[in-house]
């Protein structure tokens, strides 16, 4: 009995520490997708998460208040830019919704199948793991709202990582650049694929490409689709750093699109449709027709020209040859007299097409884009518009 | 000052109001999540464990240390997706350890309060480090510089939220 006593501190000390180290292995042993949220852990997020909530919504309000009240400054300056950055993009947007109409031709005459987010949810940010080696965050949406385990969550910018566990009214969400995570990708230009894994420490690595390949800094990363979470042809970074590492394999470090350290917003990927493109959605059309499509075209009448000067928007005097072929392949014969607000009416009037622009907003149906977002959003320049009086 | 060994006599013992026992740990946890997505240089402190030291080294009770550490650090990993009880053990063995020291140690004055606080880092990091690697089989990388950086900045906030323990613990 004495000796129990002396010893007390150390023998409950042990008895503890047992304890848990039995716990661990359990928990070690059992660990499965299948494996139903423990209660331990639906309390904490339950205790903390409320308050996270609070002052999420108080900074936010709060932050509102500012921007909408107090921070006008340069305001008229940007909205200027804005425009401009539309007039841009709409043309830019012309170009592409004919790419598109190329690429859904080609896809219905290979019975393509195509994978589109029809629906997403925006969710706020409020918390993380508070932890170095556990890289999640939590949002403010779950269950209750619609969001299950292993969705897709993406910002504007590119990927962010996928729903881990979905609680009543939160989720947790793994980061891309957590150890355990793991996504499909493939690099834009070479096409090879790769799985992308987080380190310990925070870092990003493409693992599995071959040594012998050629991958160079700087080189777009995208989703492969081979994960079943994440659609193909979302954005996942940019190769950094290229070294050989272990065994047959190169050590492909990638800087992720998203700034997964100053996460506030993000996107929940809530329906992913797959169907196959139909030659009735695009029209019948030939291999012929579509090159015919991407052949120069004869020269604008000259009177709209003049009405395209008079609407001052778009002066062909001022065209470069590549902008002008932009144009009149998009222009019917009949609207084309009618100068660049044919050409947006156009490229509005697209079903389907240009949506790749959208699918980082809140939009609550958006395609997969056929390239990345970021690639898309990035506006070429366009000496037409630039040139041209507003 | 230098660390002074004292005997068991001459230590004063405190002890925590219940709504502090329950509201600091729940509050070091709460910012622990919520700071480092606004402040990301935060990811750098442990404030759970700061809290842990700070608890134990003023109640100088083993039993009472390590089940704090215990609690607190199972709180902690239920905001991970690893599994329950790597920081709890982790945080256990620095509650007794923390505890231990204080009936032995003075840990009143600033100077001891920054060592103590640093060393424990260092064994919290190394415990964790020990049975992730070893039981939960994580893939984990051991940095001196970067864990010696982490711990003296720990340190450093250690001392200030001691200071603030001290205007909430009460003499026994």
Not at chain 1, 243 to 272: M, Q, Y
Not at chain 2, 76 to 105: C, E, M, N, R
Request: hydrophobic letters at 45%; aromatic letters at 6%.
């Amino acid at each position: 009995m004495d000796v129990l006593g002396r010893y007390r501190n150390l023998i409950v000390l042990v008895g503890v520490l047992f304890a848990q180290v039995l716990g661990l292995a359990v928990q070690v042993r059992r660990t499965s997708d299948n494996e139903p949220t423990r209660l331990i852990r639906i309390w904490a997020v339950g205790a903390v998460t409320p308050l996270e909530k609070v002052l999420v919504w108080v900074q936010t309000s709060t932050g509102n208040v500012w921007h909408n009240y107090f921070y006008l400054r340069g305001v008229r300056a940007e909205n200027r830019n804005l425009k401009q950055q539309i007039e841009r993009m709409s043309l830019e947007q012309v170009r592409m919704s004919q790419d598109a109409d190329q690429a859904r031709r080609l896809q219905a005459l290979l019975a393509f199948k195509e994978q589109f987010i029809s629906q997403t949810m925006a969710a706020q940010v409020i918390g993380s793991s508070g932890s170095e080696q556990s890289r999640s965050v939590y949002i403010d949406k779950g269950e209750n709202d619609g969001i299950l385990p292993d969705m897709a969550v993406i910002t504007a910018d590119g990927i962010v990582g996928k729903v881990l566990h979905a609680y009543p009214s939160t989720s947790q969400v793994l980061l891309i650049n957590d150890q355990s995570s793991g996504v499909g990708a493939i690099l834009e230009k070479s096409r090879l694929q790769g799985i992308l894994k987080g380190t310990s420490a925070g870092e990003v690595t493409l693992e599995k490409v071959m040594s012998d390949e050629n991958v160079p800094a700087g080189e777009l990363v995208l989703t492969s689709g081979g994960d079943g979470i994440f659609p193909k042809g979302l954005l996942v970074g940019r190769v950094t750093k290229v070294g050989s590492g272990s065994e047959l394999f190169l050590n492909i470090r990638v800087r992720p699109a998203a700034d997964l350290s100053r996460l506030e917003e993000v996107l929940v990927v809530t329906k992913i449709d797959e169907r196959q493109a139909l030659p009735e959605q695009t029209g019948a059309a030939r291999a012929v027709d579509i090159l015919a499509g991407r052949l120069p075209s004869v020269p604008s009448k000259p009177e709209s020209a003049e009405k395209g000067d008079a609407a001052g928007v778009v002066a062909p005097t001022t065209t470069t040859a590549g902008s002008d072929a932009k144009l009149k392949a998009v222009s019917p014969p009949a609207s084309a007299s009618s100068g660049a607000p044919a050409v947006r009416k156009t490229a509005a009037s697209s079903p389907g097409t240009g949506s790749a622009n959208s699918s980082g907003t809140s939009t609550n149906a958006v395609k997969a884009p056929p390239k990345p977002v970021k690639a898309v959003v990035e506006p070429k320049p366009q000496p037409a518009v630039e040139d041209s009086p507003h | 000052m230098a660390i002074t060994y004292t005997s068991g006599a001459q230590v004063e013992v405190y002890r925590f109001s219940i709504p502090a026992t329950i509201l600091i740990p729940l509050t070091a946890v709460f910012l622990q999540a919520w700071l480092p997505l606004r402040f990301h240089f935060f990811s750098f402190f442990d404030l759970p464990l700061l809290i842990t030291i700070g608890f134990a080294t003023a109640r100088r009770s083993p039993l009472a240390g390590l089940s704090t550490g215990a609690l607190i650090g199972i709180l902690q990993d239920a905001l991970t997706h690893h599994p329950i009880g790597l920081y709890g053990i982790s945080k256990t063995v620095v509650g007794f350890g923390a505890s231990s020291l204080g009936i032995k140690l003075d840990v009143e004055n600033a100077g001891a309060r920054f060592l103590l606080t640093f060393f424990f880092f260092v064994v919290h990091e190394v415990v964790y480090f020990m049975i992730a690697r070893g039981l939960v089989g994580l893939r984990m990388a051991w940095s001196w510089p970067h864990e010696f950086l982490s711990g003296m900045a720990n340190a450093l906030l250690g001392v200030f939220i001691f200071l603030l323990l001290d205007h909430v613990k009460q003499r026994t």
